[in-house]
């Protein structure tokens, strides 16, 4: 079983690198290679020294005859230009979310038209396929058959890329699956260029002593998943076997993964109880018009019942990922935190 | 005003020519040049010798620079290779219809980048952007808010494109326009690689005297809308206002054309009724299970609401249509026709 993950290196590749690397095991055949592409890899990396772990670095779209050298079964594809880059850089965004994702399934159907394995491709999309503005407004409620209007050039990419990858699992070029990702919260490590990176950084940034602004109003909605649940949905959509009466995958690719509805108010009024005023008062709301266009167009309350049937169900509460980010990254936050209230 | 259609000398873009050659004008501005762009010029055509007529002749990637050699205030992108092609010729289609719109984008975005006016960019897509398997059935009634689930190489390549042009329209690269055609019938001529092409087929060939095979069941209902109809509707919204209230384009850009609603059978019978048994008698049923499945994945019955907004509708009956027909292409009818029931 030799597995790829592009953007191994990335926040979520290395949460399911570090999964993987536990189990060592992928429906419960054992995982013989397990393939990290990045265009970064960090000089020093606990997972680089495992026996599995084999490093493709550089551009993925060069570096295709490394990753298929030997047969790929599964396919984790998480490497992505992310939403404000792509909306700041158009044809960055063309270039690195669908040039590279038809090349992967290019090279992928090349795979199986040799003879080889169908790799099962898992893409991970995102809640940014929808998106609201005042002409075309979204239902209260979003499900998978609620028609996706992305409002950014990222929702666009990754929409391209499902349909795509829904017609080269139609034809059996690939078995693929894809999970639509929620805004992850909180995200350990430093900010990055995702328009809903303040989403993190509002939690993390204060957690460690440090001042962070909020670029929206704080009654804005939002739809969260913790790394664990998120990492844990990935690998779950990864591993269902298609077409299997309740966890069926046949009804359409696309899963939403599980969310949690909070406005940022709540999550912020949710770091005030954890850590205290000092910490909370680190926080300044200062709205920024072009990230809140982007956040605010995605839809903040979902209808999960296809991710339920998968076994899969969201963070039960802000507080719960907030204690989950303090467990996991005892490291990133101040020492002398108040007693939980 | 200078306005090129590509796939000039396909059916849609003859009859887009004749009109525009008639009435000489787009939005009350007179036209200047009307650039007709195809891998395939016909040795005769009326049109040709049209002083306003440029013909670009080649395919159509390879000659973009020529196409955008003068501003383009309009393009009608008619050009693309038909269902049952890119079902059986995957690559084809993807370079056809993918790969040849989004560099005829790039080409309209280069003119707008440098300067020059944001072409208006009217995209025929298709109603082949729905589809319908067992696992995922379309509602009884479909409108624009329905969620497309492409069920052929084709629709995926129209999808796809739908939401590329929404993209450069948003950034206003583009003002782009997007047509999803019904079926069209009876279209006149040879017969082509469509997997719908046989609902022209199985009146216009009997018509002329020659026997037609019926590949699907009678039964199956499907959407069609006649070749007047089709071009009036891509030339209404190739004209309108985007935003202007009733008329307004900003609800998302796709409009579903009008479809009149038959099943095969009616078709059947409508053509006993105007020429006759022995006529209709030259139709043979014998199912393809390949059409069947493409053809019977569309669906037949629509919420034209949309479509209506702007002042169109469907053709009144299929009678009308078959009669239409006849009025239009006296030369490829039987002289002895009996008189219509």
């Given at each position: 079983m030799r597995i790829v993950i592009t953007g191994g290196f990335g926040f979520l590749g290395r949460q399911l690198t570090g999964t993987l690397l536990t189990t060592r095991t992928f429906r419960g055949a054992p995982i013989d290679r397990l393939v990290l592409a990045d265009r970064i890899v960090p000089p020093e990396s606990p997972s680089a020294s495992d026996p599995l772990v084999q490093i493709v670095?550089?551009?993925?779209?060069?570096?295709?005859?490394?990753?298929?050298?030997?047969?790929?079964?599964?396919?984790?594809?998480?490497?992505?230009?992310?939403?404000?880059?792509?909306?700041?850089?158009?044809?960055?965004?063309?270039?690195?979310?669908?040039?590279?994702?038809?090349?992967?399934?290019?090279?992928?159907?090349?795979?199986?038209?040799?003879?080889?394995?169908?790799?099962?491709?898992?893409?991970?999309?995102?809640?940014?396929?929808?998106?609201?503005?005042?002409?075309?407004?979204?239902?209260?409620?979003?499900?998978?058959?609620?028609?996706?209007?992305?409002?950014?050039?990222?929702?666009?990419?990754?929409?391209?890329?499902?349909?795509?990858?829904?017609d080269y699992t139609r034809r059996g070029f690939v078995d693929g699956r894809v999970a639509r990702l929620m805004t992850v919260s909180v995200r350990p490590g430093k900010p990055n260029a995702a328009a809903s990176g303040f989403l993190s950084g509002i939690i993390r940034e204060p957690l460690a002593g440090l001042p962070a602004i909020c670029p929206v109003r704080p009654a804005l909605r939002v739809a969260l998943a913790s790394p664990r649940r998120t990492v844990e949905a990935i690998l779950r959509i990864a591993e269902v076997e298609r077409s299997t009466g309740r966890g069926r995958l046949d009804g359409g690719l696309p899963v939403n993964l599980p969310a949690l509805t909070v406005s940022v108010a709540e999550m912020l009024?949710?770091?005030?109880?954890?850590?205290?005023?000092?910490?909370?008062?680190?926080?300044?709301?200062?709205?920024?018009?072009?990230?809140?266009?982007?956040?605010?167009?995605?839809?903040s309350v979902f209808d999960n019942t296809r991710a339920a049937a998968l076994g899969l169900q969201p963070d039960p509460s802000f507080a719960s990922v907030v204690r989950e980010y303090l467990a996991d990254h005892p490291e990133a936050v101040l020492a002398d935190l108040p007693p939980a209230r």
């Open positions: 670095h550089g551009d993925l779209i060069d570096r295709l005859d490394e990753v298929f050298a030997e047969p790929v079964d599964v396919l984790f594809h998480l490497a992505a230009a992310v939403s404000a880059e792509c909306e700041a850089d158009f044809d960055l965004g063309m270039s690195t979310n669908l040039d590279t994702t038809r090349a992967l399934l290019e090279a992928a159907r090349g795979q199986s038209a040799a003879g080889g394995p169908a790799p099962r491709v898992v893409f991970s999309s995102s809640v940014a396929v929808y998106g609201s503005d005042p002409a075309l407004p979204l239902p209260p409620v979003v499900g998978e058959s609620t028609l996706p209007t992305p409002r950014s050039s990222y929702g666009i990419q990754k929409l391209v890329c499902e349909q795509l990858i829904a009024t949710t770091l005030r109880q954890v850590a205290g005023d000092a910490v909370a008062d680190l926080v300044s709301i200062a709205p920024d018009p072009a990230i809140e266009t982007i956040v605010g167009s995605w839809p």
